[in-house]
């Protein structure tokens, strides 16, 4: 069982940035891919961005040249750094993980972008 904590949500004006954190209770050397992912209510769940375990990251188009994810291997952390953020990027933030045992979700946090 792996616990996924985010961390790093809050308000922020429209051009502003934030970044998020996603700490592991374990080692994220093995896992295949870790992602952010977010939602609005009413809507499905969206991928952000993911990195692959050998450093390939992808993003949605929405988001591309704005955002960066990156992972901190000795702390079993990965960022999402938000620059340039837009009120159409509100939503609730979520880290998750996929090991080859299974695959995990944090709680969520929150990101709130006013104009």
């Known amino acids: 069982q792996v616990q996924l904590v985010e961390s790093g949500g809050g308000l922020v004006q429209a051009g502003g940035s934030l970044r998020l954190s996603c700490a592991a209770s374990?080692?994220?050397?093995?896992?295949?891919?870790m992602g952010w992912y977010r939602q609005t209510p009413g809507e499905q769940r969206e991928l952000v961005a993911s990195?692959?375990?050998?450093?390939?990251?992808n993003y949605a188009d929405s988001v591309k040249g704005r955002f960066t994810i990156s992972r901190d291997n000795a702390k079993n952390t990965v960022l999402l750094q938000m620059n340039s953020l837009k009120p159409e990027d509100t939503a609730v933030y979520y880290c998750?993980?996929?090991?080859?045992?299974?695959?995990?979700w944090g709680q969520g946090t929150q990101v709130t972008v006013s104009s």
């Open positions: 998750n993980g996929n090991w080859w045992y299974g695959g995990y």
């Open positions: 374990g080692s994220i050397l093995s896992v295949n891919d």
């Open positions: 990195i692959t375990r050998g450093g390939n990251t």
